[in-house]
């Protein structure tokens, strides 16, 4: 009868991995995207209804360029010393995309809480 232990373990770890696997599917259920250039967001876009476009985005003279590709979205080029923010691929949700000295972040909307006691 004890062995069974090992096997209940396992079955509840299986669940657990479910269920959060679940929870973390839906926690990125939008697909509203920000440019934010110095703290203002510049563009906001739904991956789903944009279409395959290249955005520009400059600061001080310095242009960035960002792909919008089959309802992804990532740093194509970019005019920095670093070229972290390209490097750094496609955006997904847990890691925004971060040009350092361009000001500039591409991130998924609905990840600042503070959006809502603005409104009006
Ligand atoms: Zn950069």
């Given at each position: 009868m004890?062995?069974?232990?090992?096997?209940?373990?396992a079955s509840m770890?299986?669940?657990?991995?479910?269920?959060?696997?679940?929870?973390?599917?839906q926690r990125t259920d939008t697909d509203i995207i920000e440019i934010v250039q110095d703290g203002e967001v510049r563009y906001q876009l739904d991956l789903q209804k944009t279409e395959n476009q290249i955005v520009?985005?400059?600061?001080?003279?310095?242009v960035n360029r960002i792909e919008i590709q089959d309802h992804q979205i990532h740093m194509l080029e970019?005019?920095?010393p670093d070229h972290t923010c390209?490097?750094?691929?496609?955006?997904?949700?847990?890691?925004?995309?971060?040009?350092?000295?361009?000001?500039?972040?591409?991130?998924?909307s609905g990840?600042?809480?503070e959006v809502d006691g603005r409104a009006g």
């Open positions: 004890k062995q069974k232990w090992p096997f209940l373990l770890l299986f669940l657990i991995g479910i269920v959060g696997s679940i929870l973390l599917l520009e985005v400059e600061y001080e003279g310095r970019a005019d920095c390209v490097n750094m691929g496609w955006l997904d949700s847990a890691t925004p995309i971060v040009c350092l000295p361009n000001h500039l972040v591409i991130q998924f990840k600042t809480d």
